[in-house]
């Protein structure tokens, strides 16, 4: 009986259902399965009623899954604490990121950091939609805005200012707006997430919060089309200052309506335990939170970002 099979046992007893815990895990089936016969057989007991389509504890199964779960904490820990005090960063990481961070921000990031750790083995995960964690196999994911489920743990990596984008093609020919209202005569490009259109769009200048409704002739489910769409000059997009910082920084959009947009969200990186908190969680961790904070030194370097406080 390995460790691991203890997992498996109590991801069975939590779903009630092997292949529910096997997609859980990320496993087959029957390697889900295989593993719960082991774990008793090592302890002579019947944990389960199966039949074909229903799976329940038996009275052994409701008297000894706490034990079971008590015992994989502390076993797991142990294992833990003996990767940390060899201070190993191995094994894999799956990771979850929303759509244009994943792809344009972070990829080349997660390669350079893998390129100094060779025993990390990354599955990436990207989806604009949160990861239900019970459900996905996913560790740990990048989130922007404060996480709302008290059961989740995470770690801010940082502020992130949005900004008001537009290519130099789109800005000559519609001109350059002066004010929020100034803007429902544009094309917006607009986000949509779970049915809802993001076209009201607010805006800030330090004191006052503006809110204006845009009209939009390309609406998306991928936030990363709304920057393509951006760059090619089809209209205006409010996205993250990350996503968009090497396309500002390369002159391929520019800003506007800079004294009016000083608003930020917030990314995390979240995981369903504190448990889950490895060393490779944390090397990740330290890793976004410096590359984040270094690529939006180099924007306000340049001249955007007046009012950031990086």
């Known amino acids: 009986m390995l460790v691991n099979d203890l997992q498996v046992t109590l991801k069975v007893a939590e779903f009630k259902s092997i292949k529910l815990a096997a997609e859980s895990l990320d496993m087959q089936i029957a390697t889900a399965s295989a593993a719960l016969k082991r774990v008793e057989k090592s302890f002579g007991i019947e944990l389960f009623v199966r039949s074909t389509r229903n799976l329940r504890l038996t009275a ?131 986000f949509q997430l779970h049915g809802t259109v993001h076209d009201t769009w607010p805006f800030s200048n330090g004191k006052d919060t503006f809110k204006v409704k845009m009209t939009s002739d390309r609406t998306t489910n991928d936030s990363e089309l709304v920057k393509r769409w951006c760059v090619d000059g089809h209209g205006i997009a409010r996205k993250s200052a990350l996503e968009m910082a090497d396309d500002i920084l390369d002159g391929k959009v520019q800003t506007l309506l800079a004294d009016y947009c000083q608003i930020s969200t917030e990314l995390w990186l979240v995981c369903p335990s504190r448990q889950l908190i490895t060393p490779m969680v944390r090397l990740f961790r330290e890793y976004f939170q410096n590359k984040c904070q270094d690529k939006l030194r180099e924007l306000k370097s340049a001249g955007h970002l007046a009012w950031y406080v990086v």
Not at 82 to 108: F, H, I, T, Y
Not at 139 to 161: E, H, N, Q, T, W
Not at 164 to 183: E, H, S
Request: with cysteine; charged share 20%; net charge negative.
């Open 60 to 190: 052994a199964g409701e008297k000894f899954i706490p034990q079971i779960e008590q015992a994989y904490v502390l076993l797991a820990n142990i294992g833990q604490s003996v990767k940390e005090e060899q201070e190993l960063v191995e094994g894999e990481m799956r990771l979850s990121a929303p759509s244009d961070l994943g792809r344009n921000v972070l990829l080349p990031w997660i390669n350079e950091l893998m390129a100094a750790h060779a025993k990390i083995n990354l599955k990436l995960h990207i989806s604009d939609s949160n990861v239900d964690f019970y459900r996905d196999p996913i560790d740990i994911a990048l989130r922007y805005g404060v996480p709302k489920d008290s059961s989740m743990y995470g770690y801010k990596i940082c502020d992130v200012p949005i900004v008001l984008c537009a290519a130099p093609a789109y800005i000559k020919k519609v001109g350059i707006p002066a004010t929020p209202n100034d803007l429902t005569s544009l094309n917006g490009l607009c």
